[in-house]
């Protein structure tokens, strides 16, 4: 128990973040809950719609449903590349003594890179005469060049690897410092009982770096489940539908169909996606712990 | 968390508009149709929310313009908040006309949304305006309809004019041996054959989605005219209905025949342009807002002797003349009546009355009869191509994006490329775009006109 002055100065000192994140975080989702009851354009005054809003995005908006499957398959992609690959980059950086530094800045490197200049790069890689299609042509494997972000079939995969490709390095460098606390003598003692690098990953050290694996895996999950800017300034969604996310979907609804209220709707089933996702993680990976 | 955060505010504002509405004709001193205003100029800093591009003709004018004002009315300064990302700058801005904080001045198409606005008493008819300015008659007739709502309404001041043209490389048309298109069913069989000679027919930009939506309306300007898309808007024609079946039919036939470049969905503008003027691609369907980069020595040297014009082809039995097609007066100033009073109405008189003269010094064509400037380093076609806005006819082809709801318009563009792609059947896409058509279209405009 704090003394008396203390538990003020507490209170006190947490007050204003609080208040920062009731206001800037939590006051805006309510309100999103609350706009999402009606039917609202902007000019004319709200119109109060009940559940139609939902009932229609449940129900009767087949570019939702797609717009969700296609945000599932970007969640994969990136969590593939971002904690799987992170993790096998992690471990790899252990194996070596020299440079490692060197590494693991150049892999962090397209984190703070900004957005824009990525989806640049990017959209001149996917391009008709671009890197991928022109090695393919060197290789002799012209039959697969294609024009990447056009194509139905490739698109998706575009527009998720380089979201999951910028921040491989940020992963890898929370992963490697929970690696590196893993302590060598267990390592040692398992090697000597003859367990060979397989084993002493999974029984000792992915163990023991579980806590710092499912913060990764929680934030790399929110993050791909709001992920929104590459895809929308790669392809705005297209063609057709073949990258529409939830969010580029929500953000269109909002700012470009000027349905406020409906776009308010798909802004709350975000929130509630993402802490779905979150209790998922934990429930299955805690599990795993105990 | 950001994005609604964003809806929240604006969530918050949502009494703002509602209350600027009632309050338009009473309180303001500026009665929505009275583009009359009693009272002394108070000089003071005003806006303008647009959507141009930082180095035009339009933004250097007018900040010449303003310039000269300030001179004179000591106070007055005019602040340029240019977006010329078009879908950017129609989300910032009706965002802000959502929030009620739309500035003194802002750029809009005459679209289904800025006709609520001007249905709500938020915008100065500029009929009006252009009237008590006594220049209305300066106008040429094409650049005002253009900016007019169905119901004839104009809120919205053009301040450029062009032609939307078919540019084409004669030495490519020569080399796969084809003949300029003179119907709309001939242009797919030209296509056909260039692609034949291995030459990218069409250059098309097709990452900004409105230079592929101008071929939509093609089909349907010739066979049904102007008034299809105006009834197709409210729901009261179909996409099924003939005009539509054959655009939908005609843009598979160009898609089969491989009439776009591979990868079109993602050209940008820029790009779009570069391939017709390197001589990759043979057609090039552009304005003639962009004569100084295609009609002068700005065009590279082996192109300047191959580049020539055709104008929208017919179809048999077509209802519009040859002689009419896409001219559009561009995106409009309107004058938000919320903020009007007799400074802006001083500043507007004083910059329509300088603007046409020093617009045509720009050489482009301008939204009124004064004749631009030819530049010293045009091309013979440059003029050609400015003479053929004296030949024009009297009904105008709008553009589809500037006429279906939001929402429609969205799916329609998503549509469009998976049809042209060959990823969906013309039955499909007019499938779908009926049933997006049914569900969006009358609530839109029933409230429009609620």
Same mark, same amino acid.
């Given at each position: 128990?704090?003394?008396?002055?203390?538990?003020?100065?507490?209170?006190?000192?947490?007050?204003?973040?609080?208040?920062?994140?009731?206001?800037?975080?939590?006051?805006?989702?309510?309100?999103?809950?609350?706009?999402?009851?009606?039917?609202?354009?902007?000019?004319?005054?709200?119109?109060?719609?009940?559940?139609?809003?939902?009932?229609?995005?449940?129900?009767?908006?087949?570019?939702?449903?797609?717009?969700?499957?296609?945000?599932?398959?970007?969640?994969?992609?990136?969590?593939?590349?971002?904690?799987?690959?992170?993790?096998?980059?992690?471990?790899?950086?252990?194996?070596?003594?020299?440079?490692?530094?060197?590494?693991?800045?150049?892999?962090?490197?397209?984190?703070?890179?900004?957005?824009?200049?990525?989806?640049?790069?990017?959209?001149?890689?996917?391009?008709?005469?671009?890197?991928?299609?022109?090695?393919?042509?060197?290789?002799?494997?012209?039959?697969?060049?294609?024009?990447?972000?056009?194509?139905?079939?490739?698109?998706?995969?575009?527009?998720?690897?380089?979201?999951?490709?910028?921040?491989?390095?940020?992963?890898?460098?929370?992963?490697?410092?929970?690696?590196?606390?893993?302590?060598?003598?267990?390592?040692?003692?398992?090697?000597?009982?003859?367990?060979?690098?397989?084993?002493?990953?999974?029984?000792?050290?992915?163990?023991?770096?579980?806590?710092?694996?499912?913060?990764?895996?929680?934030?790399?999950?929110?993050?791909?489940?709001?992920?929104?800017?590459?895809?929308?300034?790669?392809?705005?969604?297209?063609?057709?539908?073949?990258?529409?996310?939830?969010?580029?979907?929500?953000?269109?609804?909002?700012?470009?169909?000027?349905?406020?209220?409906?776009?308010?709707?798909?802004?709350?089933?975000?929130?509630?996606?993402?802490?779905?996702?979150?209790?998922?993680?934990?429930?299955?990976?805690?599990?795993?712990?105990? | 968390?950001?994005?609604?955060?964003?809806?929240?505010?604006?969530?918050?504002?949502?009494?703002?508009?509602?209350?600027?509405?009632?309050?338009?004709?009473?309180?303001?001193?500026?009665?929505?149709?009275?583009?009359?205003?009693?009272?002394?100029?108070?000089?003071?800093?005003?806006?303008?929310?647009?959507?141009?591009?930082?180095?035009?003709?339009?933004?250097?004018?007018?900040?010449?313009?303003?310039?000269?004002?300030?001179?004179?009315?000591?106070?007055?300064?005019?602040?340029?908040?240019?977006?010329?990302?078009?879908?950017?700058?129609?989300?910032?801005?009706?965002?802000?006309?959502?929030?009620?904080?739309?500035?003194?001045?802002?750029?809009?198409?005459?679209?289904?949304?800025?006709?609520?606005?001007?249905?709500?008493?938020?915008?100065?008819?500029?009929?009006?305006?252009?009237?008590?300015?006594?220049?209305?008659?300066?106008?040429?007739?094409?650049?005002?309809?253009?900016?007019?709502?169905?119901?004839?309404?104009?809120?919205?001041?053009?301040? +450029?004019?062009?032609? #939307?043209?078919?540019?084409? /490389?004669? @030495?490519? &048309?020569?080399?796969?041996?084809? %003949?300029?298109?003179? =119907?709309?069913?001939?242009?797919?069989?030209?296509?056909?054959?260039?692609?034949?000679?291995?030459?990218?027919?069409?250059?098309?930009?097709?990452?900004?989605?409105?230079?592929?939506?101008?071929?939509?309306?093609?089909?349907?300007?010739?066979?049904?005219?102007?008034?299809?898309?105006?009834?197709?808007?409210?729901?009261?024609?179909?996409?099924?209905?003939?005009?539509?079946?054959?655009?939908?039919?005609?843009?598979?036939?160009?898609?089969?025949?491989?009439?776009?470049?591979?990868?079109?969905?993602?050209?940008?503008?820029?790009?779009?342009?570069?391939?017709?003027?390197?001589?990759?691609?043979?057609?090039?369907?552009?304005?003639?807002?962009?004569?100084?980069?295609?009609?002068? +020595?700005?065009?590279? #040297?082996?192109?300047?002797? /191959?580049? @020539?014009? &055709?104008?929208?082809?017919?179809? %048999?039995?077509?209802? =519009?003349?040859?002689?009419?097609?896409?001219?559009?007066?561009?995106?409009?100033?309107?004058?938000?009546?919320?903020?009007?009073?007799?400074?802006?109405?001083?500043?507007?008189?004083?910059?329509?009355?300088?603007?046409?003269?020093?617009?045509?010094?720009?050489?482009?064509?301008?939204?009124?009869?004064?004749?631009?400037?030819?530049?010293?380093?045009?091309?013979?076609?440059?003029?050609?191509?400015?003479?053929?806005?004296?030949?024009?006819?009297?009904?105008?082809?709008?553009?589809?994006?500037?006429?279906?709801?939001?929402t429609t318009n969205s799916r329609l563009q998503q549509e469009l490329v998976l049809l042209v792609q060959g990823d969906v059947t013309a039955e499909e896409f007019l499938t779908t775009m009926d049933s997006t058509l049914e569900?969006?279209?009358?609530?839109?405009?029933?409230?429009?006109?609620?």
């Amino acid at each position: 128990m704090l003394p008396h002055r203390s538990r003020t100065s507490v209170v006190l000192f947490l007050a204003p973040p609080l208040l920062l994140f009731g206001g800037g975080v939590l006051l805006p989702i309510v309100q999103s809950l609350f706009l999402s009851f009606f039917q609202w354009d902007g000019i004319f005054p709200m119109e109060f719609v009940g559940l139609e809003n939902y009932r229609r995005l449940l129900f009767g908006d087949d570019i939702f449903w797609t717009a969700f499957g296609n945000q599932l398959l970007y969640l994969v992609i990136c969590l593939v590349l971002q904690v799987g690959g992170g993790l096998l980059v992690a471990s790899l950086l252990l194996t070596i003594t020299k440079g490692r530094e060197v590494f693991k800045v150049l892999y962090l490197m397209p984190a703070v890179i900004s957005t824009p200049a990525i989806a640049l790069l990017f959209q001149r890689i996917y391009g008709g005469d671009g890197l991928i299609n022109t090695m393919l042509s060197a290789v002799g494997l012209d039959a697969l060049a294609r024009p990447w972000l056009s194509d139905v079939s490739t698109v998706l995969a575009a527009v998720s690897i380089p979201e999951g490709w910028r921040f491989l390095g940020l992963y890898t460098v929370i992963l490697y410092a929970a690696l590196l606390a893993v302590p060598r003598e267990q390592e040692e003692a398992a090697a000597l009982d003859g367990a060979n690098a397989w084993t002493v990953f999974t029984k000792i050290r992915f163990p023991h770096i579980m806590p710092v694996f499912i913060t990764t895996m929680i934030m790399a999950t929110t993050y791909a489940l709001r992920g929104f800017d590459i895809p929308f300034l790669l392809t705005n969604g297209g063609p057709g539908q073949a990258s529409e996310l939830v969010t580029t979907y929500m953000y269109k609804t909002a700012f470009t169909s000027g349905h406020y209220g409906y776009a308010s709707a798909i802004s709350v089933f975000i929130v509630v996606e993402c802490l779905v996702a979150v209790g998922l993680i934990l429930f299955s990976l805690r599990r795993k712990d105990a | 968390m950001k994005r609604s955060q964003f809806l929240a505010l604006a969530a918050g504002a949502a009494t703002v508009p509602v209350l600027a509405a009632c309050g338009g004709s009473g309180s303001g001193g500026a009665a929505a149709t009275g583009a009359a205003v009693e009272g002394e100029v108070e000089p003071r800093a005003i806006s303008w929310l647009l959507s141009r591009p930082a180095d035009g003709a339009v933004i250097s004018i007018m900040e010449q313009i303003a310039d000269e004002y300030a001179a004179e009315n000591e106070g007055f300064s005019l602040e340029l908040i240019t977006t010329p990302d078009r879908p950017s700058y129609i989300q910032k801005y009706e965002t802000l006309a959502a929030a009620g904080e739309l500035p003194e001045l802002f750029d809009t198409d005459a679209t289904p949304f800025a006709a609520k606005l001007a249905e709500t008493g938020q915008m100065i008819d500029v009929e009006d305006l252009l009237t008590q300015f006594g220049i209305l008659e300066e106008f040429r007739p094409a650049a005002l309809d253009y900016q007019r709502f169905d119901d004839g309404a104009l809120y919205m001041i053009p301040l +450029e004019f062009g032609l #939307e043209v078919f540019w084409y /490389n004669t @030495a490519l &048309f020569e080399e796969a041996g084809v %003949e300029v298109p003179t =119907t709309l069913d001939e242009m797919v069989e030209v296509c056909e054959t260039l692609r034949g000679a291995d030459i990218t027919p069409i250059a098309v930009g097709g990452q900004d989605a409105w230079p592929l939506e101008r071929y939509v309306a093609y089909q349907p300007f010739r066979i049904a005219g102007p008034e299809y898309i105006q009834e197709l808007k409210r729901g009261d024609a179909a996409f099924a209905d003939e005009p539509g079946t054959a655009s939908a039919e005609w843009l598979a036939r160009l898609g089969e025949v491989e009439a776009f470049e591979p990868g079109f969905s993602s050209v940008g503008y820029a790009d779009a342009q570069a391939a017709f003027t390197s001589g990759k691609a043979a057609i090039y369907n552009m304005g003639t807002w962009e004569l100084p980069n295609l009609a002068t +020595e700005e065009l590279p #040297e082996e192109m300047r002797e /191959n580049i @020539a014009f &055709f104008t929208l082809p017919v179809t %048999e039995g077509s209802v =519009t003349a040859e002689n009419e097609y896409v001219a559009p007066s561009g995106i409009g100033v309107a004058v938000n009546a919320e903020t009007y009073d007799p400074l802006v109405r001083d500043f507007l008189e004083f910059a329509l009355g300088r603007y046409p003269a020093l617009y045509a010094e720009s050489g482009l064509l301008g939204p009124t009869t004064v004749d631009p400037v030819i530049p010293e380093n045009a091309l013979p076609i440059y003029e050609e191509a400015i003479a053929a806005a004296e030949d024009l006819g009297e009904a105008t082809l709008m553009p589809w994006d500037t006429q279906l709801d939001p929402t429609t318009n969205s799916r329609l563009q998503q549509e469009l490329v998976l049809l042209v792609q060959g990823d969906v059947t013309a039955e499909e896409f007019l499938t779908t775009m009926d049933s997006t058509l049914e569900e969006n279209a009358p609530r839109y405009f029933e409230d429009a006109e609620g």
